[in-house]
């Protein structure tokens, strides 16, 4: 064999065992903490599909629902923080759940990679509602004092606690009525069960389009595109309240920073994808990319809030 020979054999032999090792190579592994078939899972399986040539690695989606997402996050940080674990989430079990039920994590056990994307909730009422805005409705709460019903997600969930800190915020009351996610209070409402919706905004979009709903306020500081007519907290002077339905890529506590750093930039640049823009946009969303000491810096201060909010309504974990 002459030395071209061997030098090729050579070559072969190496492109072999690199593309072996690739093969063998462990994939991303995202946990996402719901059940498949949702906004959240749907978004990130999105996003799996886009990040997996930016990172040169398969990409995997692992459900892992349960106990209002806690116990997949409590699985994802106690995984091996080598960088091949990560979870998808959304603020309910980051946010919200550990400050109304036990969990087995804080915020110290995991690293927000980053924020890419962003929603508020929205309340909605029927269309012979005495109200056609914002400052209507909180009007009419007042003058009502709990009169009024409003569905939401669960006690104790992000819905919930939205509205409760509009209330306080504003001096309004109404009473609360929990159902089993955005679906069945829909449900409810549009059967008139409950006299407000709140819940996510594409499943009362629909009825919003077919003039079966009024949508008076969302629960972010400013006005979205996606709902142009309907107020905001700003507009109620109570900018400071917004609770936001965002979603963000996490890590374990330990993870390398320079996993953290490839991770960030592959995601963020999934997010701004044509396909994960669609999705949103299609949803009512938008993408909202926040990283670093400004993500954790948010996500500290909404922790903050909603323990504050939680103990008001008697719901922190004993």
């Given amino acids: 064999m002459n030395s071209y020979q061997s030098s090729r054999s050579l070559l072969v032999a190496l492109l ?36 997996e040539a930016l990172l040169g690695e398969p990409v995997i989606i692992v459900n892992v629902p349960g106990a209002g997402g806690t116990i997949g996050v409590d699985q994802m940080v106690r995984s091996k923080p080598d960088g ?3 979870a998808g989430v959304w603020l309910g079990p980051i946010t919200v759940s550990p400050n109304t039920m036990k969990v087995n994590y804080t915020p110290a056990d995991y690293i927000p990679v980053v924020q890419v994307s962003s929603a508020p909730y929205v309340l909605c009422v029927h269309p012979d509602f005495p109200a056609n805005d914002g400052p209507g409705l909180i009007a009419e709460l007042k003058k009502n004092p709990d009169k009024y019903t409003y569905g939401n997600d669960g006690a104790g969930g992000p819905g919930q606690l939205a509205t409760a800190r509009i209330l306080r915020a504003t001096g309004t009351s109404a009473r609360d009525v929990p159902f089993k996610g955005a679906g069945e209070t829909l449900q409810n409402f549009l059967g008139r069960h409950v006299d407000i919706y709140v819940g996510s905004i594409p499943p009362v979009l629909p009825h919003l389009q077919q003039n ?6 969302v629960t972010s500081s400013d006005r979205i595109a996606a709902l142009p007519k309907a107020s905001a907290l700003r507009d109620l002077g109570i900018a400071n309240e ?14 390398p920073p320079e996993r953290i750093a490839k991770l960030e930039s592959a995601f963020e640049r999934a ?9 949103l946009e ?20 909404e922790f903050e809030a909603m323990g504050a909010i939680a103990k008001s309504l008697k719901l922190s974990p004993q």
């Fill in 212 to 217: 079966r709903a009024k949508c008076l306020l």
């Fill in 282 to 301: 299609d949803a009512g969303e938008e993408v909202a990319i926040l990283k670093g000491a400004a993500l954790r810096n948010y996500i500290n201060r």
């Fill in 16 to 51: 072999i065992a690199a593309t072996s090792a690739a093969m063998a190579a462990d994939p991303l592994k995202v946990i996402v903490p719901t059940a498949p078939g949702g906004g959240t899972d749907g978004y990130f399986r999105v996003l799996a599909k886009e990040a």
């Fill in 84 to 86: 091949q674990t990560v």
């Fill in 242 to 255: 917004e609770t936001i339905l965002w979603r963000a890529l996490i890590a374990p506590k330990g993870t």
């Fill in 271 to 279: 997010a701004n994808s044509g396909a994960a823009r669609k999705f």
